[in-house]
């Protein structure tokens, strides 16, 4: 179990329980942030999963697939 803290566009914090087996795009939906749509559902095709991690936690993630790094090329927000 981890405990999210997310940051949504109008500034308002979360806090989420992500459960172990849960991606953090399905850690951050099933916890009612709206905002993440995930059209794909983690497919890696459509980058409307995408959210900025603060730097402090980058290291507890795995490193960034070439799909995913490919997919947020794409993206105007990246
Ligand atoms: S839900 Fe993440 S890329 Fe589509």
Redesign the pocket.
Known sequence: MTLLKITDRSNETHDIVGEPDFSL?EAIREGGVDEI??????????????VFVDEAFLDRLPPMSEDEDE?LDSSAYR
């Open positions: 795009m749509l995930a059209l794909c559902g983690g497919c890696c095709s459509c980058a409307t999963c995408h997919l």
